[in-house]
């Protein structure tokens, strides 16, 4: 990739290897691999990418990351962990809370870490087994406005991390700073995003690499992609403000490389159109401005 072709990764997990998400998890169970978090820095470092934003994880190699990513010229921004209800999705990733006091004191924990941003978990993930299903239900309205809320009111911006029409245009009304993933999303939520200052980080090549894999119906695969790309197309022309980000650490989906591959499958989807470049490079300045604390 040219020098200049160079993007930042706007959704990463170091704590994940692209490869067996229950082996990784082990290897930092009982405290971080240091080294492990080491080889995935220095991928990103020879790659030439300099601007790193993590999802968070519950053991603390996030945490770890972001006290070595200046040894490898990274900008590297975090939420610690990620926020979810008890009973929904987000366990993988984070902490959970039953009550919003309880919510209020992981934001403020998040602070205490040296957090960059708080990261909630609205939705569940993809089930690819079924075209349009979504693996748990999502937060309701009022929940995902006052996590929100209360994030902002302490100085925090929200990385919202949610599948699903609904979910995500609730959670642009709520004031989300970015959409990430934003599956099913529909032209509601489109022209929602399009009117807002959020970013959306579709990461479209954690169901793009998977085509051709054997491990889930190719035909969900490739109906999920196309209406993944025919969203993107949409959201771009709308005038949604849109960054490169990969969810690199998912499967097949390897640090650094996953990032090259998210911005060659953003840029087919959007052949034909101009300035895709200059589209992207101003979400990732979005994302920069707004993710520090």
């Known amino acids: 990739m040219m020098e200049n072709e160079v993007f930042g990764e706007c ?4 704590l994940m290897d692209g490869m067996n998400y229950r082996e990784a998890v ?15 820095l220095r991928a990103y470092q020879s790659h030439g990418i300099t601007f790193v934003r993590d999802g968070g994880d519950a053991l603390h190699v996030s945490e770890t990351a972001k006290k070595l990513a200046g040894e490898y010229g990274i900008d ?3 939420p610690m962990f990620a926020i979810h209800k008890k009973g929904h999705y987000g366990k993988i990733v984070g902490k959970g809370f039953e ?3 309880e919510y ?46 209360i994030a902002h ?13 609904d979910p995500v245009r609730a959670a642009v009304c709520a004031g989300a700073d970015s959409i990430e993933h934003g599956n099913y999303l529909d032209r509601d939520g489109i022209a929602a995003l399009a009117q807002s200052d959020c970013v959306w980080v579709p990461t479209i090549v954690t169901t793009g690499n998977l085509i051709g894999c054997g491990r889930y119906p190719e035909e969900n695969l ?3 992609f196309e209406m993944e790309k025919e969203n993107l197309h949409a959201g771009f022309e709308a005038g949604v403000k849109i960054a490169v980000g990969s ?30 470049t200059e589209h992207l490079r101003k979400g990732e300045k979005l994302i920069r401005q707004k993710f520090r604390q």
Request: aromatic fraction near 4%.
């Open 11 to 14: 959704h990463a997990h170091l």
């Open 26 to 40: 082990q290897l930092h169970k009982n405290g971080v691999c240091v080294p492990q978090v080491r080889d995935h």
């Open 76 to 78: 590297y921004r975090s």
């Open 99 to 101: 009550t919003m006091h």
């Open 104 to 149: 209020a004191e992981l934001v403020q924990e998040v602070r205490d870490l040296g957090g960059d941003f708080i990261k909630i978990m609205v939705s569940g993930i993809m089930v690819y087994e079924e075209v349009g299903c979504i693996s748990s239900e999502p937060l309701t309205e009022q929940e995902i406005r006052e996590m929100i809320h």
């Open 153 to 165: 009111e302490e100085g925090f911006a929200v990385m919202v991390h949610v599948n699903g029409a």
């Open 222 to 224: 490739q109906r999920i």
């Open 247 to 276: 969810d690199a650490g998912a499967f097949l989906v390897p640090h650094a490389e996953g990032t090259e591959e998210e911005l060659r499958l953003i840029k087919e989807a959007l052949k034909g159109h101009e300035k895709v």
